[in-house]
């Protein structure tokens, strides 16, 4: 096992578990896919990491050809990372086990070539002052490498365009308050500062005309930005489930509104030069959703409370005649299979318990034990 690595190390938040009841509505937003960071000191230096002897290969780099999921499951410490091929749901190949602390998931997404994983890990640390790392997952050789540690967790981090580096953030205490470092890191670990600034929350969610898109949240509620700076005002408060448009054209996302009670509301904007555009709600009669994805014709699609009928750009397996619904996660790049995470309770306020499903051609196929979803690789 080879260790290469160049990192900063620093404790951050943990991501929890979705809950229920009024207050855990609230508590689903923030811990689903915003971690608030705690904050501590920055070491920059050396630490180890794990990698599989040359000239060896995965069960994926000896795998029938087809479209293939990269989903992960948990098993204590431990995130089991495997592929499967969408028309054989239930049959999953393994390719890496990622450590991790107790109590902590790990998050990810495949680079543009569909064989690299970037995977965020909570992997070092105390469960009261974690330290996440940035770690790369090869699919052919099943090699992990720590890149760098220190860095935000709970969310997907993003590839640049053509997969040669990743943008994460690092939230840390300055003089006046908080600020979020964005970083771009490379593949051989060297990074380079992007930006700061003063924001609760900074989160990369695409590209548009090679600018890095983000969302800031700060007192002015949620901001697109482009390279730092400021694009589109999305909503006064928070947002999430921020998801680009195929074309780059558009931003789906959720609205979370408190004003005369919790809410959650399913918004695009369009992404013109009109500076006056602002957020439109997209379904109508005051539905609810969680998660947005888009199919590859540029249409949003959200995942609405459990109801009798769906109106058009919804994903509710209440419309399947299957008890619970369905938060989607990411159409494939043919669109013909889309990746969502089920929840068998009776809604946002008692969402049960969730599993993986694929669904494809009409019907429902689930991925055994598996939760997490990382992206589509091609074999």
Excluded at 130 to 143: E, K, M, N, W
Aim: hydrophobic share 40%; glycine share 12%.
């Amino acid at each position: 096992m080879a260790v290469r690595n160049q990192a900063y190390c620093s404790p951050y938040g943990q991501r929890k578990k979705p809950a229920t009841g009024r207050v855990g509505r609230l508590v689903l937003f923030i811990t689903g896919f915003v971690a608030v960071a705690a904050f501590g000191p920055i070491v920059w230096g050396i630490v180890a990491g794990i990698h599989s002897s040359p000239g060896a290969t995965s069960a994926f780099a000896v795998a029938p050809p087809g479209t293939y999921a990269v989903v992960a499951r948990q098993e204590g410490a431990v995130d089991i990372v495997s592929v499967v091929r969408t028309d054989t749901p239930a049959s999953t190949l393994e390719v890496a086990r990622v450590p991790h602390l107790e109590g902590f998931t790990t998050t990810g997404s495949v680079d543009p070539t569909g064989r690299y994983v970037a995977l965020l890990s909570v992997d070092a640390g105390t469960p009261l002052k974690p330290a996440a790392s940035l770690i790369l997952l090869d699919l052919i050789d099943g090699s992990l490498d720590r890149l760098v540690t220190g860095v935000d967790s709970g969310w997907r981090p993003l590839w640049n365009e053509n997969g040669t580096a990743v943008i994460v953030t690092r939230t840390r205490q300055g003089d006046s308050g908080t600020l979020i470092d964005i970083f771009e890191v490379a593949l051989d670990g060297a990074s380079k500062l992007r930006w700061s600034q003063a924001a609760l929350g900074v989160y990369p969610v695409g590209w548009r005309d090679q600018q890095l898109l983000t969302v800031a949240i700060d007192g002015r509620g949620s901001t697109l930005q482009a390279d730092g700076q400021d694009l589109r005002h999305l909503a006064d408060g928070f947002t999430r489930d921020w998801t680009m448009a195929p074309d780059g054209a558009a931003i789906a996302f959720i609205e979370v509104a408190t004003h005369g009670g919790l809410r959650y509301i399913p918004r695009v904007v369009p992404l013109t030069n009109d500076a006056k555009v602002s957020a439109q709600a997209f379904t109508v009669g005051g539905t609810e959703a969680l998660g947005a994805a888009w199919k590859p014709d540029n249409a949003p699609v959200f995942g609405t409370v459990p109801r009798l009928q769906a109106n058009d750009g919804d994903v509710s397996a209440q419309s399947m005649h299957i008890v619970g619904f369905d938060i989607p996660v990411a159409y494939s790049p043919d669109g013909s299979t889309l990746a969502v995470v089920h929840w068998n309770g009776t809604g946002f306020d008692d969402p049960g318990r969730p599993s993986l499903y694929l669904v494809r051609g009409g019907e429902r196929h689930a991925v055994p034990g598996h939760r997490e979803f990382f992206g589509w690789t091609h074999r």
